[in-house]
């Protein structure tokens, strides 16, 4: 919106509740595409997209960024990541620079409850912020701007029955559904 409303002023949200000030002329000739999936299958998509990310090795990643001083304090940049937030509470518990003996099975059920409450908190602020951004552009298109929608549902289903060892045909099954439903609309 601040990039191609004519009028804009940064000291409002226009998107906050009950805001009416998105403009609707535009600096610029624009064709808007929505690619919408429907709210089951795109929740589906997230929760197995997070523990995908997860076992490429974020947590590896989120341990890095870990900074004790300012888990607390900022929520800007790489802060705001998806992920780092919601591992500050486990790496406070668990820092990574400190490595733990075993010590017990209380220790790793405690150890395991907090990555699993951290994980199941990705996938609720994925969540969150997917509803926001599809309320964003429900509000762009309420307001005047000519929005396309094009249902990318069947190709997002088809996507998340593969795996890394789909075969070919599924792959194919897959970019055939995707330009039929979504590139030529």
């Known amino acids: 919106h601040a990039l191609l409303a004519e009028r804009f002023d940064s000291k409002i949200d226009p998107f906050a509740s009950g805001s009416s000030s998105i403009c609707r002329d535009l600096r610029y000739d624009c064709c808007f595409l929505w690619v919408d999936v429907s709210e089951t299958v795109l929740y589906e998509y997230l929760v197995k997209r997070v523990d995908e990310m997860m ?22 940049g790489i802060r705001k990541a998806i992920g780092v937030p919601e591992f500050d509470d486990y790496f406070k518990m668990f820092p990574p620079e400190k490595e733990t003996e075993k010590k017990g099975r209380n220790f790793e059920a405690e150890r395991k409850a907090a990555y699993d409450k951290a994980v199941e908190d990705i996938k609720e602020n994925t969540w969150r912020l997917a509803k926001r951004q599809i309320g964003k552009i429900e ?47």
Request: aromatic content about 12%; proline content about 4%; cysteine-free.
């Open 55 to 76: 076992g490429s090795g974020m947590f590896e990643e989120l341990s890095g960024f870990y900074d004790p001083v300012k888990s607390n304090t900022t929520r800007f």
């Open 139 to 185: 509000k762009l298109r309420d307001a005047g701007w000519e929005i396309k929608r094009v249902d990318a549902t069947a190709s997002f289903r088809a996507v998340m029955m593969m795996s890394s060892s789909s075969s070919p045909e599924k792959r194919r099954e897959w970019r055939e559904i995707w330009e039929k439903q979504v590139l030529e609309p």
